[in-house]
């Protein structure tokens, strides 16, 4: 038998203790997805865009922990597209999570695809998006997956809500694509939106946009479902004279945290409770992206709002103003860090052992650079139209491959596909958030130069892995929401500036960490995070922001086989298409 690492007698797997858990009967629930374009008019314009079932955001998935969950998709759409169920950690059904030329082809146009994969273990909130182009601003949409016998640590709430965080893009989403994949960034989406609506704030004609409405009652309490499914920013959101108490994210309880406002980054799903507790009125909640502030490449103000509406107040809110909170400059990043930083988990003997044993370490920044557009390494650079700007993971550019890696890896035809030699430490140490790097200039010249390449990086079966995320200051300065398909991972700390692995481990957090599937990395800081490679399979590891993906902010994981048929990648099910000629799914 293949001896296991020192981490395998510590890790409490999750999955293991739901199975144990008591609970009810186990259900199978089946939904029926039809991709197809539309038009809508807002601002004075008609739009082409792309949405499921006609529903915008898309329909919500409501399952209870334990169950399996099976999607029928319908592909109406001109072009391929794969659906991702982003969160799941897809035990044994590593075949259905979506990802795009990472395990499965695009889905033809006209044809049909299922999706078939059990939720165990994970309670609270999740959310599916398309994963190919830049679908997902438009085909996404809530995930809910309840607890046993509707058991919560916390009372029990009137009822939740799905907040999808949005953007409105006027341009259409495929050409938005083909523009980035040519090194254009200049576009930009014209609103934010809250669950599909720009809000009042937007016209057209002196019409005001319609807004998103919150019934309430007073004396009740709201379970806000919040997810940020924009392909450019973060949120910041507020309800003007209520607070929230945070009390899960992504899919897991975390300590109840008391706030004004919350923070969730693309890729992101936080639960918040919300009390109505303020006289009967009329009041806004309000959506707000932040940015870095100048040199850093600047986007205009992004922000929608809704409205908060109790039950029996006045539609005209007795003649006075509807409030609208206070937030904070869309250039401060700090609450976000002070945000993300002050959530731990609900910690719980069977869902909270943190490895203490570490395997292997990664040291991963998370940078821009920029390669010739003449397929040279010798071009004017600085930003100059000689050269196309890319993000990159250790000064590697990832190349998206046109093969499906996980079809490949299975059947053993891997070769001139991709190298396993992804680094575990930048190249060339320097100054990593040095914010004299933004703007171009010497000290960022000679870091600017880098190169395209499809490299992965191979894990034992059962294996302890720490990544160190390292934000840096490289011709921008973002916060970077790194996400991994298939695992989550223990947030032990975060912290601004450069990671010191002298000092910064004593703060690790091994009591209570947050257990999540996106972390946010700070603006000019660091994040670590731990895991244990319990989930055989390829697993693709990016960027949240849909430009930076397509820049190459991206690798995939290969996890190998552990000693046993159940610890080992299954079969492709029968239902699984595998990928043509023509880089789509076969009939």
């Given at each position: 038998?293949?001896?296991?690492?020192?981490?395998?007698?510590?890790?409490?797997?999750?999955?293991?203790?739901?199975?144990?858990?008591?609970?009810?009967?186990?259900?199978?629930?089946?939904?029926?997805?039809?991709?197809?374009?539309?038009?809508?008019?807002?601002?004075?314009?008609?739009?082409?865009?792309?949405?499921?079932?006609?529903?915008?955001?898309?329909?919500?998935?409501?399952?209870?922990?334990?169950?399996?969950?099976?999607?029928?998709?319908?592909?109406?759409?001109?072009?391929?597209?794969?659906?991702?169920?982003?969160?799941?950690?897809?035990?044994?059904?590593?075949?259905?999570?979506?990802?795009?030329?990472?395990?499965?082809?695009?889905?033809?146009?006209?044809?049909?695809?299922?999706?078939?994969?059990?939720?165990?273990?994970?309670?609270?909130t999740l959310w599916w998006h398309a994963?190919?182009?830049?679908?997902?601003?438009?085909?996404?949409?809530?995930?809910?997956?309840?607890?046993?016998?509707?058991?919560?640590?916390?009372?029990?709430?009137?009822?939740?809500?799905?907040?999808?965080?949005?953007?409105?893009?006027?341009?259409?989403?495929?050409?938005?694509?083909?523009?980035?994949?040519?090194?254009?960034?200049?576009?930009?989406?014209?609103?934010?939106?809250?669950?599909?609506?720009?809000?009042?704030?937007?016209?057209?004609?002196?019409?005001?946009?319609?807004?998103?409405?919150?019934?309430?009652?007073?004396?009740?309490?709201?379970?806000?479902?919040?997810?940020?499914?924009?392909?450019?920013?973060?949120?910041?959101?507020?309800?003007?004279?209520?607070?929230?108490?945070?009390?899960?994210?992504?899919?897991?309880?975390?300590?109840?945290?008391?706030?004004?406002?919350?923070?969730?980054?693309?890729?992101?799903?936080?639960?918040?409770?919300?009390?109505?507790?303020?006289?009967?009125?009329?009041c806004h909640m309000v959506a707000l992206?932040?940015?870095?502030?100048?040199?850093?490449?600047?986007?205009?103000?992004?922000?929608?709002?809704?409205?908060?509406?109790?039950?029996?107040?006045?539609?005209?809110?007795?003649?006075?103003?509807?409030?609208?909170?206070?937030?904070?400059?869309?250039?401060?990043?700090?609450?976000?860090?002070?945000?993300?930083n002050n959530l731990t988990g609900l910690?719980?003997?069977?869902?909270?052992?943190?490895?203490?044993?570490?395997?292997?370490?990664?040291?991963?920044?998370?940078?821009?650079?920029?390669?010739?557009?003449?397929?040279?390494?010798?071009?004017?650079?600085?930003?100059?139209?000689?050269?196309?700007?890319?993000?990159?993971?250790?000064?590697?550019?990832?190349?998206?491959?046109?093969?499906?890696?996980?079809?490949?890896?299975?059947?053993?035809?891997?070769?001139?596909?991709?190298?396993?030699?992804?680094?575990?430490?930048?190249?060339?140490?320097?100054?990593?958030?040095?914010?004299?790097?933004?703007?171009?200039?010497?000290?960022?010249?000679?870091?600017?130069?880098?190169?395209?390449?499809?490299?992965?990086?191979?894990?034992?079966?059962?294996?302890?892995?720490?990544?160190?995320?390292?934000?840096?200051?490289?011709?921008?300065?973002?916060?970077?929401?790194?996400?991994?398909?298939?695992?989550?991972?223990?947030?032990?700390?975060?912290?601004?500036?450069?990671?010191?692995?002298?000092?910064?481990?004593?703060?690790?957090?091994?009591?209570?960490?947050?257990?999540?599937?996106?972390?946010?990395?700070?603006?000019?800081?660091?994040?670590?995070?731990?895991?244990?490679?319990?989930?055989?399979?390829?697993?693709?590891?990016?960027?949240?922001?849909?430009?930076?993906?397509?820049?190459?902010?991206?690798?995939?994981?290969?996890?190998?086989?552990?000693?046993?048929?159940?610890?080992?990648?299954?079969?492709?099910?029968?239902?699984?298409?595998?990928?043509?000629?023509?880089?789509?799914?076969?009939?």
């Amino acid at each position: 038998m293949e001896k296991l690492s020192v981490a395998a007698t510590i890790f409490c797997a999750v999955v293991l203790a739901a199975l144990a858990a008591a609970g009810g009967e186990a259900a199978v629930v089946e939904h029926t997805f039809v991709v197809h374009e539309m038009n809508q008019t807002h601002m004075c314009n008609t739009t082409k865009i792309y949405v499921v079932n006609g529903q915008l955001p898309g329909p919500t998935i409501d399952v209870t922990d334990g169950d399996t969950v099976v999607v029928h998709v319908v592909n109406r759409l001109p072009h391929g597209l794969t659906i991702h169920w982003h969160g799941v950690r897809q035990i044994r059904s590593r075949w259905s999570d979506g990802a795009g030329f990472v395990t499965e082809c695009p889905i033809s146009p006209g044809g049909e695809h299922m999706y078939r994969f059990n939720v165990t273990g994970q309670v609270g909130t999740l959310w599916w998006h398309a994963h190919v182009n830049c679908l997902r601003a438009k085909v996404a949409g809530a995930f809910i997956i309840r607890p046993k016998g509707g058991r919560y640590p916390f009372p029990t709430p009137a009822k939740d809500v799905p907040i999808i965080i949005g953007e409105w893009w006027e341009l259409d989403l495929v050409e938005l694509d083909k523009r980035m994949h040519d090194g254009n960034f200049a576009d930009n989406p014209l609103s934010a939106t809250i669950n599909g609506k720009l809000s009042d704030l937007k016209n057209c004609s002196g019409k005001p946009e319609e807004s998103f409405v919150l019934d309430v009652v007073r004396g009740e309490t709201y379970l806000l479902r919040i997810v940020n499914t924009a392909l450019f920013s973060e949120y910041y959101s507020k309800v003007a004279g209520h607070t929230f108490t945070v009390v899960g994210a992504d899919g897991y309880y975390l300590t109840p945290y008391k706030t004004d406002m919350v923070t969730v980054a693309p890729g992101e799903a936080i639960d918040v409770l919300m009390a109505a507790d303020a006289p009967p009125a009329h009041c806004h909640m309000v959506a707000l992206a932040n940015q870095p502030p100048e040199p850093d490449p600047q986007i205009p103000r992004f922000d929608s709002r809704g409205l908060v509406r109790y039950a029996g107040s006045s539609h005209n809110n007795n003649g006075l103003s509807v409030p609208t909170p206070l937030m904070p400059s869309q250039h401060n990043t700090m609450p976000s860090y002070y945000f993300h930083n002050n959530l731990t988990g609900l910690a719980h003997p069977d869902r909270h052992c943190v490895p203490m044993h570490v395997d292997e370490r990664l040291y991963f920044t998370l940078s821009l650079g920029s390669i010739c557009r003449n397929g040279t390494k010798t071009c004017q650079r600085r930003r100059s139209r000689e050269t196309i700007v890319v993000a990159t993971m250790n000064n590697v550019s990832f190349r998206h491959p046109t093969h499906v890696l996980l079809e490949r890896y299975y059947d053993g035809r891997t070769s001139g596909l991709y190298t396993e030699d992804l680094p575990d430490n930048p190249p060339h140490p320097y100054n990593y958030t040095d914010r004299a790097l933004i703007p171009p200039g010497p000290l960022e010249e000679a870091l600017e130069p880098t190169f395209k390449a499809t490299k992965l990086r191979r894990f034992r079966y059962n294996t302890s892995v720490e990544i160190i995320f390292q934000s840096t200051a490289l011709l921008q300065s973002d916060s970077n929401p790194m996400h991994l398909h298939g695992y989550d991972f223990f947030v032990l700390a975060m912290g601004i500036g450069n990671y010191d692995s002298k000092t910064d481990p004593k703060k690790f957090n091994y009591h209570n960490p947050q257990l999540r599937n996106t972390v946010q990395v700070p603006r000019t800081g660091w994040a670590a995070v731990r895991f244990v490679t319990d989930n055989p399979g390829m697993w693709y590891l990016h960027y949240h922001f849909e430009f930076h993906i397509i820049m190459g902010m991206a690798t995939a994981f290969i996890v190998e086989n552990g000693p046993t048929p159940e610890t080992s990648l299954p079969p492709p099910p029968l239902e699984f298409k595998r990928c043509g000629s023509n880089g789509l799914t076969q009939p």
